[in-house]
């Protein structure tokens, strides 16, 4: 099962995991949480209401927020 990487396409972290994934060979299905509000409602279920974005999940599971503890603030709507 590949990896699923929640993103917005403006944060420059998210472009920056995307690009760090891709170099290392990993698969994955990008979620943008802003053009799809199933995938925000998912992001929200896994990581809260306060959640950031790049968020990296494996088997439904969070393993990674943000890159170098930065990210981008989503937060509910």
Known sequence: ???ELFVTKSCP???QLRE???WD???YREQDVEADGAA???LMELA????M???LV???RVIQIGVAGRGCYVGSR
Do not use: H, K
């Open 48 to 51: 809260g209401p306060s959640a």
């Open 58 to 60: 494996e088997d439904g």
């Open 53 to 55: 974005v790049p968020v």
């Open 20 to 22: 760090q994934l891709d």
């Open 13 to 15: 972290y998210c472009a």
């Open 40 to 42: 925000r409602a998912r």
């Open 1 to 3: 099962m590949p990896l």
């Open 25 to 27: 060979g990993r698969e």
